[in-house]
Nanobody, 129 residues
Framework: QVQLVESGGGLVQAGDSLRLSCAASGHTFRNYAMGWFRQAPGKEREFAAAISWSGSITYYADPVKGRFTISRDNAKNTVFLQMNSLKAEDTAVYYC??????????????????????WGQGTQVTVSS
C-alpha cells in the first residue's frame, strides 16, 4: 500500500505560479512512476503530467505543456508539479497518483495511459482571472 498526500494548492491570480508537492510513503518510491491528474468542476478527471521512476522521462498533456514541470526527489519520496503562467482554466482539484512500473521506463505517452494504482486525496487549485 502506498499513501500519497498532496499539498501546495491555493487561490492565485492568472499569470501566477504554484508548486504542488506529493509526499509518498509505504513502499519503495522508486518502484513507481508518478502522475498528476486534475478534475475541474463538472468535468471528468484528466491527465496532466507524469514522470518515470528515475525522473529521466516526463510527459505532459497539451494544455499544460510548456507551463508545467513535473519533477521528483527519490531521496525524499516526493514528486512536484511546478505550475507557471496559470490560467483560469487550470482551476481544478489536482491529484497525485502512483503506478507500479518497477525500475522500467517507457516512451512518454505511455505514462498517460497506464493504470495508476494509488491516488492522493487531492488539493484544490483556483485561478482567478
Amino acid at each position: 500500500q502506498v499513501q500519497l498526500v498532496e499539498s501546495g494548492g491555493g487561490l492565485v491570480q492568472a499569470g501566477d505560479s504554484l508548486r504542488l508537492s506529493c509526499a509518498a510513503s509505504g513502499h519503495t518510491f522508486r518502484n513507481y512512476a508518478m502522475g498528476w491528474f486534475r478534475q475541474a468542476p463538472g468535468k471528468e478527471r484528466e491527465f496532466a503530467a507524469a514522470i518515470s521512476w528515475s525522473g529521466s522521462i516526463t510527459y505532459y498533456a497539451d494544455p499544460v505543456k510548456g507551463r508545467f514541470t513535473i519533477s521528483r526527489d527519490n531521496a525524499k519520496n516526493t514528486v512536484f508539479l511546478q505550475m507557471n503562467s496559470l490560467k483560469a482554466e487550470d482551476t481544478a482539484v489536482y491529484y497525485c497518483a502512483a503506478a507500479q512500473t518497477g525500475m522500467k521506463s517507457y516512451i512518454g505517452e505511455t505514462y498517460s495511459k497506464i493504470t495508476y494504482d494509488y491516488w492522493g486525496q487531492g488539493t484544490q487549485v483556483t485561478v482567478s482571472s
